[in-house]
């Protein structure tokens, strides 16, 4: 399984950017998908996660202005955010499981991309 993950940059506070996660060697919508972030220094943090199903959960720091989405026919996973925050700068990882439900900790995902960092300007 691979995961490559793309659509990170800079952008301005409000802004927004779509970040895509496609995956090989998995049917993403056999499986659950999930969006971290990482700041120097800090532990990887949830963002967001999709199960098999398409069922959602949000970080409440992203709620309201994120929304995770897949693309079965292009087996990609999505994390769309608007109204973007300085404090929303990090690097961006997509991760996969081996269950249709998702959870909220990175340990419990075994497939990681590569990460895109995601720089907010104020």
């Known amino acids: 399984v691979q995961l490559q993950a793309s659509g990170g940059g800079l952008v301005q506070a409000g802004g927004s950017l779509r970040l895509s996660c496609a995956a090989s060697g998995r049917t993403f919508s056999d499986y659950a998908a999930g969006w971290f972030r990482q700041v120097s220094g800090k532990e990887r943090e949830f963002v967001a996660a999709i199960s098999g199903s398409g069922t959602t959960t949000y970080a409440d720091s992203v709620k309201g202005r994120s929304t995770i989405f897949r693309d079965n026919a292009k087996n990609t996973v999505y994390l769309q955010m608007n109204s973007l925050k300085p404090e929303d700068t990090a690097v961006y990882y997509c991760?996969?499981?081996?269950?249709?439900?998702?959870?909220?900790?990175?340990?419990?995902?075994?497939?990681w991309g590569q990460g895109t960092l995601v720089t907010v300007s104020s």
């Open positions: 991760a996969s499981r081996d269950s249709r439900w998702y959870t909220s900790s990175a340990s419990n995902y075994g497939y």
